[in-house]
């Protein structure tokens, strides 16, 4: 049965006919308790009712861990470097923080229950400010726990960077409207997407992330997506975005993520940074409601070479000042505190600030115009400041008004609960399912499908099929599965892009797909012979643009994926559905090309195997179980 607001809320009540949550506690209607009240009117009231150390709390945007049961609460800490996740009561009750990431891990159902308690202890609070949990993107198929997660439970879709292949606002919209749905339904308020940066170096691990190289085209889809989530003005309807990482992340020196020390730097060798901020602009104009700055340190910008989070030169100078924008900015995760993660100390990500302390840290972040420090949970270090007269409150009150603000005006201080029944109904459905998998098969590249005359793909049924990296599941429905080469009329090969990995100490690192786009010589002598023993269809996943001429070669078909399952990979090669992408980045044909590219320059590497825009198609045969072709 579906629960009403009523058996939801405790704090619920009624005085002369108006509904309203008894925040503060007083028995009668209080002005930011009034739903009848504008946002600024109640804002107002509330910012003056509040403490320093309330405020302080608001600044803050760290992670938490959702549970089955009861709330997270770990033993005490004894440990010099912290976890990063504190315990709930911590961070809601002693330390009045109440913005949290926490990727929605656990079953829809028990997100939605953990989600109603985690408000329940916020509304026990002095004034009963309601929490907003944000989440990264949970849609796709890259799982980095830095970046992006995936699920069993919420519809699956192509990631951005096949979103771009498409080359569709109707269809991004439609994406955006689902996930902000499937959000919704758990609780979850803020998206900390969409990625404005434009993919203009091939290897930098984050451009799957993105809308593409092609700025127009990607300000175009940006727009779509916050619209999707946020519509026309942000509401209790809407799914906040925060938009990332202005302004723009995409040009890093030889591709190294700026999560790390030897990716510290980002450059613009092709003098193209007015280009990288297209998309932001296009974010601006459909309302962003937040916008998150990047790690890197820019290189030759003509600012100050610091870290983005501490530049008050890019965050006031252009941000506020240059675009006006008035929204919430905050901070990407852990610019000021180390802490442990599975064990393993993760350094703050305080480029070019290295020799400052966690205090001067955060004054420099406060200075270059931040409102909200993510993945840090020290409001103590702003009350010091304001206290010793280095900051005065009236700045921490800024920012405090902007966040507030937002919260209003997603109506969680009118009814922040959820309806368990509704998630477990809602997350997944089949409608959105099914829109998904036709969005993977959409978005699919064929790169190449033998000679005009004589085409590989589609597939006739009852081919003999010897899989790699398929499920034999998935494949039965349409052929014989074989054990060997030897014995198959066509191998179906599913690659990885290639990526070197990384082990410096640093947990998570081996989930950022980093370094050369080519094969090693061995793997690439061995998979080319293994290739020729039968025609062979060779299916690769483009998180990255590979280098991989020798393997097209070989193949009789190549396609190009951004995320599909097995299932929907397999009606498509056997022509259920018919690919329908094009290429939004190069696929470059040589490493030497990529190594003498502008980082900042999209579609820069001369020559490339498969240009921006290449794909090829076939039409498509239906889905009539009874073909035999």
Not at 199 to 215: I, K, L, N, Q
Not at 567 to 586: C, I, N, S
Request: negative net charge; contains cysteine; proline residues 7%.
């Amino acid at each position: 049965m579906t629960a009403t607001r009523a058996d939801l809320d405790p704090h619920l009540t009624e005085q002369d006919g108006v509904v309203f949550r008894d925040l503060a506690g007083t028995g009668r209607l209080e002005v930011y308790e009034d739903p009848r009240q504008p946002v600024n009117r109640r804002v107002e009231d509330l910012l003056g009712r509040m403490t320093l150390a309330e405020k302080a709390g608001l600044m803050f945007h760290t992670m938490m861990q959702p549970t089955e049961q009861g709330l997270h609460e770990p033993a005490a800490d004894c440990d010099d470097i912290p976890r990063d996740v504190l315990s709930t009561s911590a961070l809601v009750t002693a330390k009045h923080i109440n913005h949290f990431n926490a990727a929605p891990r656990i079953a829809p159902r028990a997100y939605a229950e953990w989600h109603n308690r985690l408000q329940r202890l916020a509304a026990e609070t002095r004034l009963g400010i309601p929490v907003t949990l944000s989440s990264d993107p949970v849609h796709g198929f890259t799982d980095n726990p830095a970046t992006s997660i995936t699920t069993t439970t919420f519809s699956r879709w192509p990631e951005p960077l096949g979103l771009a292949a498409c080359a569709d606002p109707a269809l991004v919209g439609e994406f955006a409207d689902v996930v902000r749905r499937e959000y919704l339904a758990v609780g979850i308020r803020m998206a900390l997407h969409p990625q404005a940066d434009l993919a203009t170096e091939p290897r930098w691990s984050r451009g799957v992330g993105t809308f593409g190289a092609d700025p127009d085209l990607a300000a175009e889809l940006v727009a779509a997506y916050i619209r999707g989530m946020q519509g026309e003005e942000l509401g209790p309807q809407s799914v906040a975005c925060m938009t990332k990482h202005f302004p723009g992340a995409g040009p890093q020196l030889r591709g190294e993520d700026a999560h790390f020390p030897y990716g510290r730097e980002q450059v613009y060798p092709g003098g193209n940074a007015d280009r990288h901020l297209v998309p932001f602009e296009a974010a601006f104009a459909a309302g962003t409601a937040a916008v998150m700055p990047y790690y890197a340190i820019p290189v030759g910008l003509g600012v100050e070479e610091v870290g983005f989070g501490f530049n008050r030169e890019v965050v006031t100078g252009w941000l506020r000042e240059r675009y006006g924008y008035d929204g919430v900015v905050c901070s990407d995760w852990g610019l000021v505190t180390d802490v442990r993660v599975g064990g393993t100390r993760w350094p703050a990500r305080g480029w070019g600030v290295e020799e400052l302390s966690r205090i001067d840290r955060v004054h420099r972040i406060l200075d270059a115009g931040i409102d909200q420090l993510g993945g840090e949970f020290c409001p103590e270090l702003v009350m010091q400041l304001v206290e010793s007269g280095r900051v005065e409150e009236k700045r921490v009150d800024a920012s405090a008004r902007r966040i507030l603000r937002q919260k209003f005006r997603l109506g969680l201080f009118d009814n922040p609960y959820v309806d368990p029944d509704q998630a477990e109904h809602t997350v997944g459905r089949a409608d959105f399912a099914a829109a998904g998998n036709r969005a993977q098969q959409r978005a699919a590249v064929l790169l190449t499908n033998g000679d005009r005359a004589h085409p590989v793909l589609p597939l006739a049924r009852g081919t003999r099929l010897h899989l790699t990296g398929i499920a034999p599941a998935a494949a039965a429905p349409y052929g014989e599965v074989v054990a060997t080469r030897a014995e198959a009329d066509v191998a179906l090969v599913r690659l990885p892009a290639p990526f070197e990995e990384r082990h410096t100490g640093i947990d998570y690192e081996d989930a950022f797909h980093q370094g050369r786009l080519d094969l090693p010589a061995e793997r690439s002598s061995r998979l080319v012979s293994e290739l020729r023993e039968v025609p062979a269809v060779v299916v690769v996943h483009l998180d990255r643009p590979a280098v991989i001429p020798e393997v097209t070669q070989a193949a009789a078909a190549t396609v190009a994926e951004f995320g599909i399952t097995d299932d929907a990979l397999l009606a498509l090669l056997f022509g259920e559905a018919a690919p329908g992408g094009r290429l939004p980045v190069e696929m470059p044909s040589s490493m030497r090309a990529v190594e003498m590219s502008r980082e900042d320059v999209p579609n820069d590497t001369g020559d490339p195997l498969f240009p921006v825009g290449h794909g090829l198609s076939f039409p498509a045969r239906g889905n009539d179980p009874r073909r035999s072709d």
